[in-house]
């Protein structure tokens, strides 16, 4: 089983179950979005969010990464093709800026660095907003 690298202040990592794929978020991370779409809710991932190279970085050094990619061929869900974990969804497509935006799945961090962080539910089935903030945090829906 591989083991989930230790956050250091300003940095918070995750990794897959065989390790084989790692990521970091450098910086506050201001929320973790709870979705319910058709996708996340099956998967009951915890988002954080970002642009890719900048706050969030994955690391694949094995190539161990695959993706599957649904509907409006918008952006892909991202899986260590070992053990199976999802790592993150990719937007396909970067913005006006150049910057491709990428969440990474929180429940592969551990638990104690991630327990603090305000929850937000996300309705991603039917309004495509935000819903209120009701004072929850990763660490009262970890388990």
């Not at 990592?13 to 099956?42: F, K, L, M, Q, Y």
């Not at 161990?64 to 070992?82: E, H």
Request: aromatic share 10%.
């Amino acid at each position: 089983m591989g083991e989930t690298p230790r956050s250091t202040p300003g940095i918070t990592r995750g990794s897959c179950h065989c390790g084989g794929i790692g990521w970091e978020v450098r910086g506050n991370i201001p929320d973790a979005r709870i979705c319910n779409c058709t996708v996340c809710r099956r998967y009951g991932v915890l988002w954080a969010y970002g642009y890719d190279g900048e706050a969030i970085k994955v690391d694949d050094p094995t190539g161990a990464m695959t993706a599957y990619i649904c509907g409006t061929r918008t952006l892909s869900f991202n899986f260590c093709k070992v053990c199976g974990n999802l790592i993150s969804w990719r937007s396909l497509r970067p913005n006006d800026r150049g910057q491709t935006r990428i969440a990474v799945n929180l429940r592969l961090a551990d638990p104690m660095d991630v327990a603090r962080i305000p929850l937000q539910r996300f309705d991603g089935l039917h309004s495509f907003d935000d819903l209120p903030m009701d004072g929850r945090t990763v660490g009262d829906v970890w388990f």
